[in-house]
């Protein structure tokens, strides 16, 4: 056995490496760091005895404590729920309009509005309520169903063309390329543009107001101001939820597009949509 060689300058036995005439000195660990890794290694052996550890087929060892993260959650959501049970009970019994004159059902139910709305509406209707290309701004004054907040309730309870609620709002504009020529709808696309801008062509108006008048004022009014009892919109304002181009004006005239909204009382019941109610209310459009 060959002798273990020894530094000459710091008189440590070396480890018998050597790089490129460099030895490496066999110094001992500190005491401090052993112990320390000692105790790490027993520590972990009394976690994974105490604790659920060691990953099994169908799950994993329960640990002599009985802990459980997901329990705790668990109980944790059951307090919460309990504590709302009050208040939720609350909101089911009071009228819409009365919930606005008690200021701590009134916060509860905009926070429990808006946490719904982030989960079930601002995927159509925006993070912010704003809308986008077919789907309605909340924020505004122009409601097709109208906006008070009896109103709004039934819109989101039953929903718009919903095929499953027998209470659904169903408001179907004909498609006019069925009943009138290609020149009228020109006609009356130039003229409902005239309530709110300025048409292409102006020399149509005059005619499109008479055809106007014969084949769509019975729905959108006399004056293109909309009726809510059908949900039919105001023409008058320039808003608009299918497009507000002249020619995107027409097309809809000539082949209207129908959005569905679902009904959401059977899925979310009645607490749920009285505090959406109000949340929607409370944005600052409405009546």
């Known amino acids: 056995m060959s002798e273990k060689h020894i530094d000459d300058v710091s008189g440590v036995e ?11 000195l066999n110094n001992p660990l500190p005491r401090w760091w052993l112990w320390t890794f000692y105790l ?30 997901r329990a705790n959650v668990v109980a944790e959501l059951a307090d919460a729920k309990a504590a709302q049970g009050e208040l939720l009970e609350r909101v089911s019994a009071t009228p819409l309009e009365e919930i606005a004159s008690d200021p701590d059902l009134l916060q509860f139910a905009i926070a ?26 909340l924020n505004d ?34 498609a006019f390329a069925d009943i009138l020529e290609a020149e009228q709808i020109d006609q009356v696309g130039a003229y409902v543009v005239s309530l709110s801008d300025t048409p292409s062509d102006a020399s149509l108006v005059e005619a499109g107001r008479e055809v106007y008048v014969e084949n769509c004022a019975a729905c959108h009014g006399d004056d293109g101001e909309g009726i809510a009892d059908f949900g039919a919109p105001r023409l008058s304002d320039g808003i608009w939820l299918k497009g507000s181009t002249e020619a995107e004006i027409v097309a ?10 679902p009904a959401w009382v059977g899925r979310l019941g009645e607490p749920t949509i009285k505090q959406l109610a109000v949340y929607v209310h409370t944005l600052g459009g409405g009546q």
């Open 252 to 261: 809809q005239i000539r082949n209207p597009k129908h959005g569905v909204m």
């Open 14 to 24: 070396t480890t018998g490496h050597v790089w490129d005439g460099i030895r490496e």
């Open 40 to 69: 790490t290694i027993i520590w972990a052996i009394g976690y994974m005895v105490a604790y659920p550890a060691i990953p099994l087929i169908n799950g994993a060892t329960k640990g002599m404590l009985g802990y459980s993260s």
């Open 141 to 174: 004054d122009d409601w097709l169903w109208g906006g008070t907040i009896d109103q709004i309730y039934l819109s989101i309870a039953h929903g718009i063309r919903s095929e499953e609620d027998d209470d659904t709002r169903i408001s179907d504009m004909p």
């Open 112 to 137: 429990g509005g808006s946490s719904a709305f982030k989960v079930n509406c601002a995927q159509c209707h925006g993070s912010g309520a704003a809308g986008s290309a077919g789907y309605p701004n």
